[in-house]
């Protein structure tokens, strides 16, 4: 059962911007609003990574420094929804890009990936 989907990935040019979606179908709104969403992301060869975390209510994110100033994570807990703004894209931004939603009680659930391709 997907939990998570994820959309918005591409291919775009350095310099360039995209805004990933993850939208949560399954979770109850009393449910998803217990949950970090977190974007992290795998490159070819490397091991994921993760790029940025914001908290149940919005209220807090955290970031990978090499995407801070670049990315901004936020969500919409009416929504069911997270988003991950990528401005000034690099070629080391290439990867697959995924949805995690985890809580403190350790449950944890992933979305299927989303492309990102920085390319001229």
């Known amino acids: 059962q997907v939990q998570l989907v994820e959309s918005g990935g591409g291919l775009v040019p350095p310099g360039g911007s995209l805004r990933l979606s993850c939208v949560a179908p399954?979770?109850?709104?009393?449910?998803?609003?217990?949950?970090?969403m977190n974007w992290y992301r795998q490159a070819p060869g490397k091991e994921r990574e993760l790029v940025a975390s914001i908290s149940p209510s919005g209220t807090g994110a955290n970031y990978a420094d090499f995407v801070k100033g670049r990315f901004t994570i936020s969500r919409n807990n009416s929504r069911k929804t997270v988003w991950l703004q990528m401005n000034s894209l690099e070629s080391e931004d290439t990867g697959v890009y995924y949805c995690?939603?985890?809580?403190?009680?350790?449950?944890?659930?992933w979305g299927q990936g989303t492309q990102v391709t920085v390319s001229s």
């Open positions: 995690n939603a985890r809580r403190e009680t350790g449950d944890e659930y």
């Open positions: 399954r979770f109850i709104f009393s449910t998803y609003v217990m949950y970090w």
